[in-house]
Every structure is written in C-alpha cells, then in structure tokens.
C-alpha cells in the first residue's frame, strides 16, 4: 500500500506538470512575462556593451532563468479557479502537495528547456571556455534555480485570488524589485553595507554566483553555500504555498 | 472505524461552519454499496458543502468521512482513487479536446494508456459525442461540456460516483442521456450519491432519498416511504361552477388543512376517499356542478415542502 501510494503520488505530479505545459505555456501572459520580458531585458542591458558581455551574461542568464521559471506558476491557479476547472482537479486523487509540486515541476521544466538554449547560445557567443566539471556546475545550478523560481511563483499565487491579472500584477510587483538586488549588474563583491546585505536576501544571487563561478571561474560565494541557500529558499516556498492553500480548502475554495 | 462492511459511504458528525454560518450542522448517515442515493435540499442547504466534503475537496470543521472504509483525512489519494466526481461548478479544459479530457482524468486514475483510449472513445459514442471528440471543448454547447465532464468522471468504472446536480440546467434530451447513464452505471455495481433540486429526478432515480435542510439532514429513507410517512399531504382538489362557502367541508373532521387558488380548493386528508364522498354528497345538497375534481397522492413534492418549510418556520 505505502509503495503504491508513492506511485500514485508521483504519478499525479507528473501528469498535473504534463497538464500545465500543455495549457499554460503557451498563454500570452507568461510568454510576456517570462519571455519576452527578460528578453527585452537582455537587449538594453547587452545594447552598445560587448565588452561587458563576457562578465554581464552570467547574471543575465540567471535573470532569464528567474523570469522564466517563476512566470508560470502565479497563473495556474488563478486561471483555473477562474475557468472552473480547479475543483475537480482538486477531485482526483491529488493532495494539496501533488498540486504545488506538479505546479513546480512545470514551471521549472519551462525555466531548465528555454535557458538550456539562451546558456548554450551565450556560451557560443561570448567564448566562454568551460571544463566538464564547470558545465556539471552550471546544470546543476540551472535544476536548482528553476525549481527555488518556480515553487516562487507558486507561492505567489497560492493567497486565493480568482483574478489571474491581479496575480500577475502582484507577482510582478514582487519579481521586478528582486532583480535589481540581485548582483546581476553589480557584482556582488564590489557591494558594500545595505546593499550587500540585500543582496544576500535575493535568491537570485545564489544563481548568478554559481553562473559566475560555472562561467568566467570565479565567484564570491562558496558554490555549495549558495546552492544550499536555494534548496533552502525552495523548502521555505513550498511550505509557505501549502500553508495558503490548505487554509483556502479550510475556507471554501 | 469500525464499520458494517456494505456500506460503501459512512458519515459521522460532519460540521462545516462559515464564520457564523453553519453550513453542515453534525450529520451522520451512511450509504451501502451499489445503492442510487439522492441528496435533496432548497438552495443553500447545505448540499455542496456536504458533497465537497464528501469528496475531500473541503475539510471539514468536525467529524469523519470514510469511503470503502478508508477515511478521507487519513488517506485521502487512496480514499479518492475508488471515486468519480462530478462537481457543481466545474468545467472541463477547453483548451483540450473531449477526449483528451477523458484521457487525462483516466490517466489520474492509473488507467494504462491503451484502455484509456478505448474507454473514452467509448465513453464519448454513449454520450453521442464521438464526431467532436478530437475537438478543442472550447466551442462546445453547455450540454457537450457536461457530458465530457460526466465521461471524464466515469472512465475509470469508479467504485463510487458522486454527482452535484448533474442535470440542472441541460434541455431535457441531455437530461435524459444522463439520467440514463447514471442508472446504467448503478446497474453495473457502482454506488451513486447525487444531489438534486429536481424532485421528480429522485422520486425516479433514487432508491433513497436524504432532505436536508440549512446544513441538518431531516429526513431519510426510500421515496415510497417518505410518502407513507407524510400521508396528510394526499388531497382532494375541487372547484365548483359558483361561489360557494365550503366551511361545511372544512367542519367534516376531514380535512387536516384548506388552499384556494384561484377558483379551486385544495383539502389536505388522510382519507381522500371519504372525503371525496363527503364533498359530492355537499354538491349534491346545494345543487353544484363539478368543474374540476381531483384526488392527489401524497408527493414527494410535498413531503419535500413540509419537511422544509416546517423547519423554516421553527424559531
Ligand atoms: N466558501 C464559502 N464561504 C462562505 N459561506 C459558504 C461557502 N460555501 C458555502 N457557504 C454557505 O454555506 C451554505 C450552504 O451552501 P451550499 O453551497 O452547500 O448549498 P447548496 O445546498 O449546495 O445550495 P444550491 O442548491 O444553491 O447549490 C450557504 O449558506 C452558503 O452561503
Ligand atoms: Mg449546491
């Protein structure tokens, strides 16, 4: 029975992820937001610096993946309250766990397959010599850094709210203000007293440090600190969005 | 929990308060295996928060849920591994198509890819959906939605199937379809519990019948007997061809209860017979011609509206 359950359990947070790639990637607010964004994005900070390039793509890189993997998950459950759709998803043999993971899971599958193409792309572009350890770095880092973004974007919409563009605007006022603490165009060295401190907060700078050290070699802090601090800030956002939902299942839906 | 082993559904003590409102008031009741049971109340009773809770989608403020006695809290993916659920403001994915709807929800259940297909082509044909079946749902009518809803539902041959009104406000061809289907699957071993506004749907339907009214079950048992139970609402209707007094009906130690509409008096009785023989014998006398006449079983119509409003009118 206890095996089965697992199975079970796997098996719905792979067919709720299947579920949201099918439906939500393609939706014009998460190609905005998480695509075309960071994008544009990208551009204006890449227009007229070539020179910098070599140092900037690593935070860059690390902001794509932020956008992209946290772009899904604050609409999910919003559009399916409002379609409809979420009490019966809520009827099949899911619990409130199965539904924030296969959330997560999509999410961070869209951050890992889009920043797989932008990684390799820049690496080709800027010539970036990397050693076999260097890219089990990065991958790593990129697994590690979809998912904290992701089960982020969960969070932010698991507060019941049926409005998807309320979500959006919500998680976007919360997004925006993260990448400017995030050493993505400072480097996190060259910081000093607050700003060093709220750098350390954002938990976007564990990924653009370990891009930094996958990338040009060298970072300020140490490899296994930062991707412990993800996995941390992934645990705490999980358990944040459980607690918002099981309390919306205490109060209605 | 400790249970007898036919009853397939087993409530005890479910209480759902909403800030000051008590939604469901402690109620315990229990369903055996392979019955079609019908969950009757007026709007706001109390019936879709007793059936989310029934189905786990709602935790309750007090008391246990167990089905196929396994309890809900406990173990809820097994609980809801033997159910098919039909919620009452649901919808399918439109932007997957009919089938890939039922496919999905079949593939929830752990149903193998193959017998899936299969299962929802047939599935989609019984619900005269087979042509539009690989269409996006997105432009399907009210009714085409409810039927894919329904088949998404019961693709996995769930042990116990549970339906918040299922057929409200579909044209009487989908309801049927439906009504159907339900009866079908019921035949074939699985448990029903639906709830329904429709009381001829659970007068035909239902082998038994719950009434619940704000959030207390107050009466259960199968439509035939709650008949049996409410005997005073048979009545005798008449309406004679001019005004007349009819207190001398009324005096007849017949009548429990009297109701003009229009040109027509209804008499409430526990003897439709006698008083029938009473009220020609009355016309008789003062020389009256019938211009309707009418003698009315107990309904469950009106087992339903004492039931209701008796409790509505309690301080
Ligand atoms: N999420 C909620 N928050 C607050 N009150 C609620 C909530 N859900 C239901 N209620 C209240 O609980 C009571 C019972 O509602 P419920 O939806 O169970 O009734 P119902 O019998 O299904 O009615 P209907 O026939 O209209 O569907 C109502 O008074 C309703 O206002
Ligand atoms: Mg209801």
């Known amino acids: ?253 | 929990m400790e249970q007898e082993r036919d009853e397939i559904i087993a409530i005890n003590g479910l209480t759902k308060r909403f800030g000051a409102i008590t939604a469901v008031d402690d109620i315990s009741f229990s369903v055996p295996e392979g019955e079609l049971f019908g969950f009757l109340g007026p709007n706001g009773a109390g019936k879709t928060t007793t059936i989310r809770m029934l189905t786990g989608i709602l935790t309750p403020d007090a008391g246990e849920v167990s089905i196929g006695g396994i309890d809900m809290q406990k173990h809820p993916i097994a609980a809801k591994m033997q159910m098919g659920i039909i919620p009452e403001t649901s919808n399918v994915y439109i932007e997957l198509t009919a089938k890939q709807n039922v496919v999905l929800a079949g593939r929830f259940y752990g149903m193998h890819r193959k017998a899936v297909e299969e299962r929802s082509d047939l599935l989609l044909q019984q619900f005269e959906l087979s042509d539009r079946k690989d269409d996006r749902v997105e432009g399907f009518s009210k009714g085409m939605k409810q039927r894919v809803l329904i088949a998404s539902a019961l693709v996995h041959i769930p042990k116990v199937l549970f339906l918040d009104e299922p057929t409200s406000g579909l044209d009487v061809h989908s309801q049927r379809l439906i009504r159907a289907i339900i009866r079908e699957m019921n035949d074939a071993g699985t448990t029903v519990f639906l709830t329904t506004h429709n009381i001829e749907e659970a007068n035909t339907l239902c082998d038994r019948v719950g009434i619940i009214n704000r959030g207390a079950l107050t009466a259960i048992d199968t439509p035939e007997r709650l008949k049996q139970a409410f005997k005073e609402t048979q009545s005798v209707e008449v309406a004679f061809d001019t005004p007349t007094d009819i207190g001398e009906i009324e005096r007849s130690g017949l009548v429990n209860r009297t109701e003009q509409a229009g040109d027509k008096w209804r008499f409430y009785t526990d003897d439709p017979d006698a008083l029938a023989k009473c009220v020609f014998a009355f016309a008789e006398r003062r020389k009256l011609s019938f211009t309707a006449f009418s003698i009315e079983g107990a309904s469950l119509e009106d087992v339903f509206v004492t039931v209701t409003e008796g409790k509505a009118h309690a301080p």
């Open chain 1, 1 to 253: 029975m206890p095996r089965n359950t697992l199975l079970i359990y796997l098996r719905s947070i792979a067919l709720i992820a299947e579920k949201d790639m099918r439906i939500y990637y393609t939706k014009p607010p998460v190609l905005m937001f998480g695509f075309l964004f960071p994008l544009f994005m990208f551009l204006a900070f890449s227009l007229g610096r070539s020179a910098d390039l070599h140092t900037l793509f690593p935070g860059l890189a690390a902001m794509f993946v932020f956008f992209v993997a946290s772009s899904v998950g604050p609409l999910i459950t919003p559009w399916e309250k409002r379609a409809g759709t979420y009490e019966r998803l809520l009827s099949f043999p899911v619990t409130v766990n199965t539904l924030i993971l296969g959330d997560v899971v999509a999410g961070m599958l869209y951050g890992i397959i889009i920043n797989v193409i932008i990684l390799a792309a820049g690496m080709a572009a800027f010539g970036y010599s990397v050693s076999f350890t260097e890219v089990l770095i990065i991958a790593i880092s990129l697994v590690l850094g979809a998912f904290c973004f992701s089960a982020l974007g969960v969070l932010l919409a698991s507060p019941a709210s049926t409005n998807p563009s309320n979500v959006m605007l919500l998680s976007n006022l919360v997004r925006f203000p993260l990448i400017f603490i995030s050493g993505i165009f400072v480097p996190i060295a060259s910081l000093q007293g607050v700003a060093r401190v709220a750098v350390y907060c954002s938990p976007i700078t564990y990924l653009v440090n370990s891009f930094d050290l996958g990338l040009l070699g060298s970072a300020a802090i140490p490899l296994l600190l930062g991707w412990a601090v993800l996995i941390g800030s992934s645990v705490v956002f999980v358990l944040l969005a459980r607690t918002f939902l099981r309390r919306n299942l205490m109060k209605g839906l």
